[in-house]
């Protein structure tokens, strides 16, 4: 398995601004992966980050509002930009750890945007 | 493309009741399939899997049988207790040309067990 951390765990932010969250993998791996959980909703792939390239977006995310960096094997960080209330979710990361079976995921970080 | 199909909530139950969740995939490669719970207030965490037909995933009390023939994997628990409420994911990954592994989640099922 493996012990993801996300950092804030929660914020407020006023339209119009920025928030980068992180994350944090106790190993490496190789693929790490951006979700949004908007409320009451399951989870919508925003991109997938390998180390080294840029991430690759999902359909109805780009880069310019969602950059992402991957700095290196065991941390990420997913910025979301220009925020308007309708990016009011909870963004979590994950990664597939080889050889386990299924994603791990993090905490989360719960956004509202006023 | 692939899809996870899962039956819709809030179920609500009494402690000691039987659980079913039903989730049902379409999918164009051999999946390997997945229950994740989320506790309020929480992330996602991985509850079971099963990565080839006829496998049978379990953990704390929870179980589901892959499926091939009728494409499901239901969740079922003998006797929930008030900690199980929470909300199930169904999942499968399958492997994407190009891409790797593909995760593809249900709506999720939001359970209630009350004393």
């Known amino acids: 398995s493996a012990v993801i951390s996300q950092k804030p765990s929660r914020d407020i932010c006023q339209r119009g601004t920025s928030l980068t969250i992180q994350c944090q993998v106790d190993s490496q791996v190789t693929m790490m992966f951006w979700y949004r959980q908007q409320p009451g909703q399951s989870l919508t792939l925003i991109a997938t980050?390998?180390?080294?390239?840029?991430?690759?977006?999902e359909s109805g995310f780009v880069i310019d509002k969602f950059p992402i960096s991957r700095p290196n094997l065991t941390f990420s960080t997913l910025t979301v930009s220009n925020m308007s209330p309708e990016d009011s979710s909870i963004y979590l990361c994950?990664?597939?750890?080889?050889?386990?079976?299924?994603?791990?995921f993090g905490p989360g970080t719960r956004l509202t945007v006023l | 493309g692939d899809s996870v199909t899962q039956m819709e909530g809030p179920v609500t139950l009494s402690e000691e009741a039987f659980l079913t969740i039903n989730c049902t995939y379409t999918a164009t490669g051999y999946p390997s399939l997945f229950w994740y719970v989320q506790y309020p207030g929480e992330g996602l965490q991985l509850l079971l899997k099963a990565t080839k037909a006829d496998d049978k995933g379990s953990n704390k009390g929870f179980e589901a049988t892959y499926r091939k023939e009728t494409t499901s994997f239901h969740l079922e628990k003998g006797s929930v207790q008030v900690s199980d409420s929470a909300v199930y994911f169904c999942a499968l990954s399958d492997l994407v040309e190009d891409t790797g592994n593909q995760f593809y989640f249900g709506t999720g099922t939001s359970l209630t067990v009350i004393p």
């Open positions: 980050a390998n180390q080294g390239s840029e991430a690759t977006y």
């Open positions: 994950s990664v597939d750890v080889a050889g386990v079976g299924g994603q791990f």
